[in-house]
């Protein structure tokens, strides 16, 4: 099964999509499953799992009922307050919700830089567990330090970084990122989704050799056991097609076994979500 372990949905307005500014303004529209659907069957995707694009309650009931009527959809990550006192009762809440697949919160976006590290969020994180939730893990990369001390917190929680964490790839920078990235990769309960990367690069003038070094750290860092292949469609849309994207993921795994190649494309998604 192919599984694209990554998207968003939305019905866009400026306010609640301010982060989509002019020099990404041809996603500055609607972006539901009608759109999605014949895009992934195009590219021979089975199935997704759509992701939170705002820090709202509604945001994740919306996303669940949208998934209840379309098959493709496979699971939710969703967001709930994490940080509040009475974080259990949500989780209590959505426990028989069968669909929910893990929660994220923006971390990229917190002024506050040691937010990973706030006791209330990590109270928050630590009765995951209990309820069998991925948590998404969404960082740019000067925040990877922090988060291989948030991820020693919880070495029993399973964590899903998105995006590779963002590096500097537009500048063409590597380090610090790479020696942080294979730090964090000897935590097992992590795992890693090929997404997001060409809009970190310079949305005009990127080739595929930009992206080659940071492929190159991320597999053998986490070896084709802990990746997922991702879109971040409709965000991948400033940069590139949906399904160039994913020949470009094909092409840089296709050293990879057969097997190894299934497992990044859809069968770690399976396992790690379970799908």
Request: net charge negative; hydrophobic share 40%.
């Amino acid at each position: 099964m192919i599984i694209d372990a990554h998207h968003h949905y939305w019905q866009y307005n400026p306010v609640e999509y301010d982060w989509i500014d002019d020099s990404m303004k041809v996603i500055r529209t609607d972006f539901l499953p009608d759109k999605l659907a014949p895009t992934i069957q195009e590219a021979g995707i089975d199935g997704v799992v759509s992701v939170q694009a705002r820090q709202l309650v509604k945001e994740t009931d919306w996303l669940l009922e949208m998934a209840h009527q379309n098959k493709f959809m496979k699971g939710v990550v969703g967001w709930l307050p994490l940080i509040e006192a009475d974080i259990e009762s949500y989780l209590e809440k959505y426990s028989g919700e069968k669909l929910l697949k893990g929660l994220r919160h923006v971390i990229q976006g917190e002024p506050d830089q040691e937010f990973i590290l706030r006791s209330d969020f990590n109270r928050g994180i630590s009765l995951m567990k209990k309820y069998a939730l991925v948590y998404d893990i969404l960082i740019v990369e000067r925040q990877l330090s922090n988060t291989i001390r948030f991820v020693d917190q919880h070495p029993d929680q399973v964590f899903v970084l998105d995006h590779i964490a963002k590096p500097c790839i537009g500048r063409n920078e590597l380090s610090p990122w790479k020696e942080n990235i294979q730090e964090l990769a000897k935590r097992e309960n992590v795992s890693c989704k090929i997404s997001g990367m060409v809009t970190e690069a310079n949305f005009l003038s990127w080739t595929p050799e930009h992206l080659q070094p940071y492929f190159e750290v991320i597999l053998e860092a986490f070896g084709s056991d802990r990746l997922l292949f991702g879109s971040d469609w409709p965000v991948c849309l400033v940069a590139t097609t949906y399904k160039n994207w994913m020949d470009l993921v094909l092409k840089a795994i296709g050293s990879c076994s057969e097997t190894e190649q299934a497992n990044i494309m859809g069968e770690n998604a399976v396992r790690v979500y379970k799908l």
